[in-house]
């Protein structure tokens, strides 16, 4: 498929049928994957009264929305407008934009991440010794809570350091949890109903969404009163500047440090408890994992230096991540008439961006319900949009970073201890929220390592 942007005539989109809301309503993702099936990778319409978003899922056409013309498709309505409520303003065009951005292109120098990695190990080792005093063979856990926990400690220390306690630590993991899944569906599915319309789930996402800034923003005005001065998050944020010599204010500071605190832990959160299913159903894969985790590893902690050489690990990683794509949909709006591939799109128009839907495309891989993480085996080659978990071109999501260190050195931690078994009657499915989550409680025993 090429995608012209100028051709000397344009076509109008297939159409979806209104019959889809319905469906999306009752089970969004399972919905919204026959939809991907009948688009089979061309651009779509769908119809779903009030709002005709157009769906966008072959890696042309994504290459060309969010990289060729990447200026003319904002991050705006759908999620975006409810989403703001949580992390502040999700644009590239708002004033603290630059001051924030720059702040993560520091943060996630390699000087940096070498910096935070220490902390970052300690932390994860401290959070599964918590947990292997709470669990083992007889007493499974619930993997989702357990991996929110590990995952939350651990990044929670980099963005605020120790101007919290653990206990708040678990707190803000509850709130975030509840923040993300409360008024997902409703809103995402009618974004033209105004906020002054109470839809199900306003009210718990509100009430959680207060309680974040009830906690997050004190640590803040403590920390400009009484001086910055760290390498975390907060503190960077406080003293950075843009051209103008300018800073930001404490809620620009305070949604700073929550947008970077979802894009560092909902994906790794929701992969690790995705992937102890995976491991289930294919004990071929587990035990190639477990014996690179033995020869890179060992039975000592594990080091930042072990993650270059986990690449097994990484590869199983990105298989999880295709199949279960956390950020599942990212919609853009059109700023002037353009044309994708011969369709028209008028300015204003949505547009459906789906990784989880461009992972499910049998001509861009084969058999793609298949968990195969030789898919990204050293050597081979894809389309650069056809692999889409933290998004394309000059946004992507500034998590890949936290997740390529963070979800390595948390498997080598547990996996140096213990052998997670899964123990759920049902096989692990995902759901739509914000975020892609499972479906019901995965739980998992620990069955002590014997070395």
Known sequence: MSVDAHPRSARKAQTLSIGHLRGLLRDPLKEFEEMGREADGRIVRA?????????????????????DNVDNYRREGMMWKPLS??????????????????????????????????????????????LGERADPERPVDAYAEMTRIVYRAIIRVLIGDRISTSKIDELGQLMVTATTSSFRPRMLMPFVPFSVPLPGDRTFNRAVRAVDDLILPIVREARRDGAGGRDVVSLLLEARDDDGQGIDDRAVRDGVVGLFVAATDTTVAVLTFLWGLLDLHPEVRAR?????????????????????????????????????????????????????????????????????????????????????????????????????????????????????????????????????????HPVEPQAHLTLKPRGRVKIALEPVRR
Request: charge should be neutral; hydrophobic fraction near 40%.
């Open 289 to 425: 994992l477990l014996d690179e985790m033995d020869r890179v590893v060992g039975d000592g902690p594990p080091t930042f230096e072990h993650v270059a050489d986990l690449t097994y690990t990484k590869m199983v990683l990105q298989e999880a991540l295709r199949l279960y794509s956390v950020g599942w949909i990212t919609p853009r709006i059109a700023r002037t008439d353009d044309v994708i591939d011969g369709v028209r799109v008028k300015a204003g128009t949505t547009l459906v961006v789906s990784p989880y839907l461009t992972h499910r495309l049998p001509a861009v891989w084969p058999q793609p319900h298949v968990f195969d993480p030789e898919r990204f085996a050293a050597g081979r080659s894809r389309h650069r949009f056809a692999f889409m978990a933290f998004g394309g071109g000059p946004h992507q999501c500034s998590g890949r970073v936290f997740f390529f260190i963070e979800a390595p050195l948390i498997l080598a931690t547990l996996l140096s201890r213990y052998r997670p078994v899964l123990r759920s009657p």
């Open 85 to 130: 409520r949580l992390l502040g303003d999700v644009t590239v065009t708002d004033t603290g934009w630059l001051v924030k951005k720059r702040v993560y292109q520091d943060l996630l120098s390699a000087p940096s991440i070498a910096q935070f990695a220490g902390e970052m190990i300690a932390t994860i080792s401290e959070a599964v010794d918590d």
């Open 47 to 67: 119809n779903l009264g009030p709002f005709r978003p157009y769906l966008i899922t072959h890696p042309d056409h994504l290459q060309h929305v969010l990289r």
